[in-house]
Structures are given as structure tokens and as C-alpha cells.
């Protein structure tokens, strides 16, 4: 009885001319113009992926105790260094997340010497100039070392972000990885390029 | 109508270009990005929003997914077995050379919807229609994206119903699996695959093949509802290959399938001429292609695919034996029908603004299709016939453009328009247009779409039985609203409510003189489709529900088509090592063409059929599984547009697969 009377509707409904479509889709032109809130904001969907990249590895990293603990608060710094090219993308992220039941903030720097108590540092392309000595700072240190320049990885940064075709990869450099006391589960690994 | 199209796109192109703002088409949100894992971010393109990929909220279709993740889990064997856990979906399954699948109410030859491998069509070439089965690897398949609804617009003919692409999996690192299946009825299968994958270089290949035979039911006397007799013969062998190279732009790409057959279930052999043994039905595809793609323009890219495609119906064919009698000796019945395609398609993807994509694309066409098939006879039942010589090729030509325009009018709202013109040697010219808009906001996603679509007719419509050689495309347009919503990071909704007619629609003409294909009827399909998915790490579950009114002019039930169907199953990982998935599939009653002889009316009994997997990862990388379909053993028919009866489904069936991973990457 039920499906009949619903059958009858629906056939009712179809009875639909051209006219009665343009009705349709002006007033759903409206209606959701309507409903539109206009907030506009700009994110490169490729930063948004790269940031949610950077938010995965924290899962997949074990930090030794204590490394990166400010002495009087509870926070997980994540450092960039060099020209931020994530935009808002990397703090609009990490402000909905915690990692390890910490707060996470981000810090843009633009010295070596500021890199102290960060967990994460994210050398950008604009670094190039610097690269070395950073590395040579970070070399032997529990600092998850990101980027997403070519060659980087090959260089010694820990984790190097690049693009395959129409999706972003990542490399993962085993020497560094040794030497910073870092643990990575399994899982990361088995997704990465090894070098 | 055109002028309405026209004046839709202009206003929407002053609109965009005097955009004030201008914002990304993209619905990916830092939600989404949290709610992912690692291995979904991985499946993630960086190009969706710019370019013609696009994530399923934002495409302007209803589209499902079947992942590879769930094709293991539920261990589906054939092609059409993936598709019945999805809403809108039919099967007229005759447990012999093919299995029919409908879409949204329209039962077929399986010529209304595209069969695609990696954007390749591989419906058959001579009827236009595709060939379920178990030729597919499905263990090499990433992801099974279903688009329901017309798609001529972009896709040409055949995409009336929907379109069904199955994309494979891509080269990574250096890795490969081998896999053995062994079941009942004689099923068994063996599969192997490698891929090997250097990143830094973007260069990389995969090789897969695969062989998969079974006897699929019990169909001997009774138990095949006295169709055939205890004697009889069924069988499907399939063996399928499949090569991709990648170098950096290029990619190329090679399918083959070679899929023999019995014939025995196209012909009743109990009271009928037919012997229910010794027929072969044997069809080869080879598809091939190359595609280079130019993208080193942030505004534009350039997408350049050459194609070749073979179906052919192969000379060893014996459709048909003709039983011997006490005046006559029988004979068999020769079959041979090659059919190819040649084609390249180039595209241009352009984005002038941060809220406009323009994509236009040609495409030129050139085959060779039998006229009909070379038919050759034995003199007995038990000779074979003589090789069939090649059959009168018909020679044809199709140019076509299109272009799609995705606008984004505001944040949350964009829209979608686009035609496509076909200039056909065999069909002359189809002038197809499509408009939609789609509206993301947050959890919600609204989507009103209009379409048309056109199948068509091919030589075999042409051919068949006397013959019509004035037959005109099928026509469909379609109305269709759609929606999803989701609730949280772990529940989600949707459900869409479609319109269709299609006019011109191919009937059977069957007189004392004439047996043909002409353009009579109509259908119209009134219908609603439900769906719910919950997903958590180690459980995850899925409903849906489909309601599908099919009539024809005379407001008449469409035979073969049921009001309502549904589907519903989860899978539930105890732990690492050991998983357990259940799955039911609700068909509703429907209407046989034909008055089956056993039951004395036209009735298709409802059938509520379970099914079981369990899965063991004995090892990291040894997984053994344990499958059963049809557990409650259901007697349950599928209906027949061949004779006077209808199709015992398989009982049940149970399958042990062994599949190991290697992975030198790891080692």
C-alpha cells in the first residue's frame, strides 16, 4: 500500500518538461546561493595533503622520553624553517589535533639556533643556501627532519616528500633514520622509497 | 532546448570570469585529511580539484567505489558478484558465457552501460555489450568506480545506463603476490602478479595474469529446473593478462582475455533441438593503449591516448549442437566474428581561473566489425564443424568533440555543463548535452543533475534474425537528484532520486516472417536508491536499498525488473590476523518474460541469499581465506529472455584461497 501510493507519487513526479526543469534548477540556484556562508580561503590542495602527511608520520614516529619537553608546558613543536609554503594549511591542522595528548604549535623560524625543542622541523625549498648546515645541526639528533624538495632526501633529510605522477610519495633516508635515534613503525616504512 | 543550454553556459561563463573572488574547486578539507589513514592519503591525487579527476563529492554524478581493500575482503569472484553489494543493480545471471547486469532498472545486453579497464572501453565490439564473468583480475584491481546514470556527454555511446571502470592497481616499489583458489563445482583459480617500481626515476611495470575455471552450480535435471538433462556440460574457463609500463608521462598498457564458454545454458535441451554438451563459446579481448600526458602548465594540461581494441568472437566457436534423431544427425554449429578498433582521443584540461575548469577533448574512431557472424555446420552431432571463413567486415568512421565546463559559482556551489557531438559514418550525428550542479557544504553534498545519453545500434542489432537495417540510436534522458551526508568521521548517508525515459528503445519484433530488433518501445524508470556506511579501523559495515519503477508506454512492468532490492553486510577484523565478513543481498520479486513451464505463471520468486567470508593472515605475508556463498543453500532463480524457463542460481558454493605477498622492498 505503501509502495503504491510512493509509486504514484513518483510518477507524478516525472511528468517533468523543460520548463519545469529550468524552475528546478534556478530555484536550487537560489536556494543554495542562499545557503552560501561566502567564507573564502585559499588552500593548495597539494600543502593540505603534504600537511596531512606530516600529521601521519607523527603517528608512525617514536620519540626517545623527553626529547623535544619544553621544561614548563606540555606542547609539541613542529619548526619550519625557511618560507612557508603551507600557507595556514600546517597551523589550521595541528590546532584540531593533539599528539601524544600534547598541544601541537608551529613555529616559523628562520635560524639554526631556534630549532632547539622542536620534534618535527620542516626545511623548506628556499633553505637550499643553508641546507648543509642545517643538516649538519640536525645530524645525530631525535628531529624528525622533513621536506619536499628534490635531492633533499638524498642529502640527509629524514623524510623527503615527492611527487609521483598525480600523487605525493615519500622517501625516507635509512642513514639519517640510524643515526637520530628515531624509531618509524614498519607500516611507514613499507610505503616509502628507501635510500 | 539547445538555446536554454547555450544561455545556462554563457550566463555561467560571464559569471565566472567576473568572479571577484577567486577560490579553489575543492571540497578536501582538514577534516577529511584527519579522518584519513596513511594508506588513504596515499590514494589521494594532488590534481583532483584542477584537473578531471575529482573526489566523489565533487563529481557531478552518483558514483560508488568498490575498493581493492573490500574486493579482498570479500573475496568476489566475477565482476558482476562486485557489483551486487552495490544500490541500482540487477542480474539476469545464466550461469553460462555471459551474465547480465542492470542498472537503475533497465534490463539489456549488457550494451547500456560501459565496461571500462583503466578508461579503455571493453564492451564488446560487435553488440556493444560487455562480458560479465570471471575474466577480470580482480586481485590487480585498485578500485571499481561505478557512475550511475547517463555519461554520453563525456563517454559516447553505450554510457546510457552508467559506467562501470575498473582501475588497476599502479607499480609500487618492487613487489608481487601468487594466489591459488580452490572450491566446488570444479572452481579454481591461479593467479600471479608482479610489479616493480623506481620511484625516483618514475619509471615502473606490473605484469599480472590469471586463470580462473568453474562449473558455478548444480544445474543437472531438477536441480537446473529440468531445463537441461543429467548429462549436461557447463563450464567457464577464463585466462587473462595484463601488462602496464610507466615512464614518467607515459603510460601504455595491454588486457587480454581469452573466455571459453559451454553454450549449454543458452538452450533449453530438454524438450529442444539442442545437445546440452560439446558447444564452446570462445571470445577473445585484447585492448591496448598508450597515453602521454603533457603537464608542465600550472593553467593547462594535455592528455594525448591512442587505443586499439579486439573483440573477437574466436573461429573455434561452436555455438550451438543440434542433437541427432532418428531421421536426422544433428550437427554443430560454427561460429566466427572478428571485430577491431582503432582510436585516439586527445584532451585539454584548462584552468584559467582559480574557480573555472574548461575541458575539451576529440576523438577519432575507425573499425572494422563483422557484418554478422560466419556461420559454418557439421554434419553430425558429434563432428565439428569447419573453420568459418572471414565474415564481410564493415568498415566505419566516428569523429566527436566535446567540452565540459566546471564552474565554481560560489564556495560551496559549482556547476557542471557539457556537450558532446558524434559524427558517425554508421549512426550519423548524436548532439548530446549534460547540465548539473553540485553543492559541498561541511558534511553535506547536494547534487541536481540532467543527462542524456544515446546507445547506438550495432551490427549485431542490425543482423539479428532478419534483420532491420533502419534502426535508430536509443535515446535516455535523466533527472536525477542526489545527496550525502556525514554525520561523523564514522557514519555516513546518501541516497539519490532518478527519472529516466528512454525512447526508441529496442524491442524484439517476432512474426511468422520476422524476427528482428526495431525501435518501439519506451521505458520510464521512477526510482530511489538509500545507502549508509559505517566505518570504524576494525569493523565496518553497509546498507542500501534500491526502488526501481520500470514501465513501458503502456505503463506496463518491465519483465526482469524488480521493485526493490537491497543489500546490506560488514566485515569485522577480530585482530590483526583474522577477519570474518557477511554479506545478504535482498531481490525482490519480478516478472518473467516468459511463462515458466515449471510453475505454470511468469513469477520470479524474492530471494534473501547470505554469503561468508573468513580471512586468516597466517603470516605477514600468507593470508588463507575461507569463503561461502549462498550459505543457507536458497533456491532462487534468475529470470530468461532466451526460453521458456528461467535460471537456477548457484547453491552453495565454498572456495579456500591461498595468497602469498612478496615484497622485496621490505626484505
Same mark, same amino acid.
Given at each position: 500500500m505503501i509502495y503504491s501510493k510512493l509509486n504514484d507519487v513518483l510518477v507524478k513526479m516525472r511528468s517533468f518538461n523543460i520548463h519545469s526543469l529550468k524552475r528546478i534548477l534556478v530555484l536550487i540556484f537560489i536556494l543554495l546561493g542562499v545557503l552560501n556562508d561566502n567564507q573564502s580561503f585559499a588552500q593548495s590542495r597539494e600543502?593540505? %595533503?603534504?600537511?596531512?602527511?606530516?600529521?601521519?608520520?607523527?603517528?608512525?614516529?617514536?620519540?626517545? /622520553?623527553? /626529547?623535544?619537553?619544553? &621544561?614548563?608546558?606540555?606542547?609539541?613543536?613542529?619548526?619550519?624553517?625557511?618560507?612557508?609554503?603551507?600557507?595556514? /594549511?600546517?597551523?589550521?591542522?595541528?590546532? !584540531?589535533?593533539?599528539?601524544?595528548?600534547?598541544?601541537?604549535?608551529?613555529?616559523?623560524?628562520?635560524? %639554526? &639556533?631556534? %630549532?632547539?625543542?622542536s620534534m618535527i622541523l620542516f626545511i623548506s625549498e628556499s633553505e637550499e643556501k643553508n641546507l648543509d648546515k642545517i643538516l649538519e645541526y640536525t645530524t645525530d639528533k631525535p628531529l624528525l627532519t622533513i621536506s619536499d624538495s628534490e635531492g633533499y632526501g638524498e642529502k640527509g633529510v629524514l623524510i623527503n616528500?615527492?611527487?609521483?605522477?598525480?600523487?605525493?610519495?615519500?622517501? /625516507?633516508?635509512?642513514?639519517?633514520?640510524? !643515526?637520530?635515534?628515531? !624509531? %618509524?613503525?614498519?607500516?611507514?616504512?613499507?610505503?616509502?622509497?628507501?635510500? | 532546448m539547445k538555446k536554454i543550454i547555450l544561455s545556462i553556459i554563457i550566463f555561467f561563463w560571464v559569471l565566472?570570469?567576473? @568572479?571577484?573572488?577567486?577560490?579553489? *574547486?575543492?571540497?578536501?578539507?582538514?577534516?577529511?585529511?584527519? =579522518?584519513?589513514?596513511?594508506?588513504?592519503?596515499l590514494n589521494v591525487q594532488i590534481i583532483s580539484a584542477s584537473k578531471t579527476q575529482q573526489t566523489l563529492k565533487e563529481v557531478a554524478a552518483t558514483v560508488h567505489v568498490i575498493t581493492a581493500k573490500q574486493i579482498a575482503e570479500r573475496a568476489y569472484f566475477t565482476l558482476e558478484e562486485a557489483l551486487s553489494d552495490l544500490p541500482g543493480f540487477q542480474f539476469r545471471n545464466i550461469q553460462g558465457f555471459n551474465s547480465y547486469i542492470f542498472m537503475r532498472g533497465v534490463p539489456s545486453q549488457n550494451n547500456l552501460i560501459l565496461l571500462m579497464v583503466d578508461g579503455i572501453q571493453i564492451n564488446e565490439l560487435n553488440s556493444g555489450g560487455f562480458y560479465g564473468g570471471g575474466q577480470f583480475i580482480l586481485s590487480d584491481i585498485e578500485q571499481i568506480e561505478v557512475v550511475y546514470g547517463p555519461a554520453s556527454a563525456l563517454y559516447g555511446s553505450n554510457a546510457v545506463s552508467g559506467i562501470i571502470n575498473l582501475i588497476t592497481k599502479k607499480p609500487s616499489g618492487k613487489s608481487g603476490q601468487i594466489s591459488l583458489l580452490g572450491g566446488n563445482f570444479k572452481t579454481g583459480m591461479l593467479g600471479l602478479n608482479f610489479k616493480n617500481y623506481d620511484a625516483k626515476k618514475d619509471i615502473g611495470y606490473s605484469v599480472s595474469a590469471q586463470y580462473k575455471t568453474s562449473e558455478k552450480a548444480d544445474l543437472e535435471g531438477a536441480h537446473g529446473d529440468n531445463n537441461w538433462t543429467k548429462n549436461m556440460e557447463n563450464f567457464e574457463n577464463d585466462l587473462s593478462f595484463s601488462g602496464r609500463l610507466k615512464i614518467k608521462n607515459f603510460n601504455a598498457g595491454i588486457d587480454y582475455q581469452e573466455k571459453k564458454s559451454s553454450m549449454t545454458t543458452n538452450f533449453?535441451?530438454?524438450?529442444?533441438?539442442?545437445?546440452?554438451? *560439446?558447444?564452446?563459446?570462445?571470445?577473445?579481448?585484447?585492448?591496448?593503449?598508450?597515453?602521454?600526458?603533457?603537464?608542465?602548465?600550472?593553467?593547462?594540461?594535455?592528455?594525448?591516448?591512442?587505443?586499439?581494441?579486439?573483440?573477437?568472437?574466436?573461429?573455434? +566457436?561452436?555455438?550451438?549442437?543440434?542433437?541427432?534423431?532418428?531421421?536426422?544427425?544433428?550437427?554443430?554449429?560454427?561460429?566466427?566474428?572478428?571485430?577491431?578498433?582503432?582510436?585516439?582521443?586527445?584532451?585539454?584540461?584548462?584552468?584559467?581561473?582559480?574557480n573555472l575548469l574548461i575541458i575539451g577533448g576529440i576523438i577519432g574512431e575507425i573499425e572494422n566489425l563483422s557484418e554478422g557472424f560466419s556461420v559454418t555446420y557439421s554434419n553430425a552431432q558429434d563432428i565439428p564443424p569447419p573453420t568459418p571463413l572471414k565474415p564481410p567486415l564493415l568498415f566505419n568512421k566516428l569523429f566527436s568533440y566535446y567540452s565540459q565546463l566546471q564552474l565554481s559559482i560560489f564556495k560551496h556551489l559549482s556547476f557542471n555543463g557539457g556537450i558532446r557531438h558524434d559524427f558517425s559514418s554508421y549512426y550519423g550525428q548524436v548532439f548530446i548535452p549534460r547540465l548539473g550542479f553540485?553543492?559541498?557544504?561541511?558534511?553535506?553534498?547536494? =547534487?541536481?543533475?540532467?543527462? =542524456?545519453?544515446?546507445?547506438?545500434?550495432?551490427?549485431?542489432?542490425?543482423?539479428?534474425?532478419?534483420?532491420?537495417?533502419?534502426?535508430?540510436?536509443?535515446?535516455?534522458?535523466?533527472?536525477?537528484?542526489?545527496?550525502?551526508?556525514?554525520?561523523?568521521?564514522?557514519?555516513?548517508?546518501?541516497? @539519490?532520486?532518478?527519472?529516466?525515459?528512454?525512447?526508441?528503445?529496442?524491442?524484439?519484433e517476432i512474426d511468422i516472417d520476422v524476427d528482428r530488433w526495431i525501435n518501439k518501445d519506451k521505458l520510464n524508470t521512477t526510482g530511489f536508491e538509500l545507502y549508509w556506511n559505517y566505518y570504524t $579501523?576494525?569493523?565496518?559495515?553497509?546498507?542500501?536499498? +534500491?526502488?526501481?519503477?520500470?514501465?513501458?508506454?503502456?505503463?506496463?512492468?518491465?519483465? $526482469?525488473?524488480?521493485?526493490? +532490492?537491497?543489500?546490506?553486510?560488514?566485515?569485522?577484523?577480530?585482530?590483526? =590476523?583474522?577477519s570474518i565478513n557477511l554479506r545478504a543481498n535482498y531481490l525482490g520479486g519480478r516478472k518473467n518474460p516468459e511463462i515458466i513451464p515449471s510453475t505454470g505463471d511468469d513469477k520470479i520468486k524474492d530471494a534473501f541469499i547470505v554469503h561468508g567470508c573468513f580471512t586468516y593472515a597466517v603470516l605477514k605475508d600468507l593470508k588463507i581465506q575461507l569463503k561461502a556463498n549462498n550459505i543457507f543453500d536458497q533456491e532462487y532463480y534468475h529470470p530468461s529472455n532466451r526460453f521458456d524457463g528461467r535460471y537456477r542460481q548457484a547453491q552453495r558454493t565454498f572456495s579456500l584461497l591461498v595468497a602469498y605477498n612478496f615484497n622485496w622492498e621490505n626484505n
Open positions: 600543502s593540505l %595533503i603534504k600537511a596531512g602527511y606530516i600529521e601521519k608520520f607523527t603517528h608512525f614516529v617514536q620519540w626517545p /622520553v623527553n /626529547v623535544g619537553k619544553n &621544561d614548563s608546558t606540555e606542547i609539541f613543536q613542529i619548526a619550519i624553517i625557511g618560507q612557508n609554503t603551507f600557507g595556514e /594549511v600546517l597551523d589550521e591542522l595541528f590546532s !584540531k589535533v593533539r599528539i601524544n595528548g600534547n598541544q601541537v604549535i608551529i613555529k616559523h623560524i628562520t635560524s %639554526i &639556533d631556534e %630549532i632547539k625543542n616528500m615527492f611527487t609521483e605522477g598525480n600523487y605525493i610519495r615519500y622517501e /625516507v633516508n635509512r642513514t639519517t633514520l640510524d !643515526k637520530s635515534g628515531l !624509531k %618509524i613503525n614498519s607500516l611507514l616504512l613499507s610505503y616509502a622509497v628507501i635510500i | 565566472g570570469f567576473s @568572479a571577484v573572488y577567486a577560490q579553489e *574547486n575543492d571540497t578536501l578539507k582538514t577534516e577529511d585529511i584527519l =579522518k584519513m589513514s596513511l594508506t588513504d592519503l533449453k535441451s530438454i524438450d529442444d533441438i539442442y545437445l546440452d554438451k *560439446n558447444s564452446l563459446w570462445n571470445i577473445m579481448f585484447l585492448n591496448a593503449f598508450a597515453k602521454y600526458s603533457y603537464n608542465k602548465h600550472e593553467k593547462w594540461d594535455l592528455n594525448s591516448t591512442a587505443y586499439y581494441r579486439n573483440a573477437t568472437v574466436k573461429p573455434n +566457436t561452436i555455438n550451438a549442437v543440434i542433437k541427432a534423431t532418428e531421421t536426422t544427425p544433428g550437427n554443430q554449429i560454427g561460429y566466427y566474428r572478428p571485430n577491431y578498433l582503432l582510436g585516439i582521443e586527445n584532451q585539454v584540461n584548462y584552468k584559467p581561473i582559480e553540485v553543492y559541498n557544504n561541511k558534511s553535506l553534498t547536494v =547534487k541536481a543533475l540532467f543527462n =542524456k545519453a544515446f546507445r547506438s545500434p550495432k551490427p549485431w542489432d542490425y543482423n539479428f534474425g532478419t534483420g532491420n537495417s533502419g534502426l535508430k540510436p536509443e535515446k535516455m534522458k535523466s533527472l536525477e537528484f542526489a545527496f550525502s551526508y556525514q554525520f561523523n568521521e564514522n557514519l555516513s548517508m546518501g541516497g @539519490a532520486i532518478y527519472f529516466n525515459t528512454i525512447d526508441n528503445k529496442l524491442t524484439k $579501523e576494525n569493523f565496518n559495515m553497509y546498507a542500501n536499498y +534500491t526502488y526501481n519503477n520500470s514501465i513501458d508506454q503502456d505503463d506496463l512492468f518491465i519483465p $526482469e525488473i524488480s521493485l526493490h +532490492t537491497a543489500n546490506t553486510g560488514f566485515t569485522y577484523s577480530l585482530s590483526q =590476523k583474522f
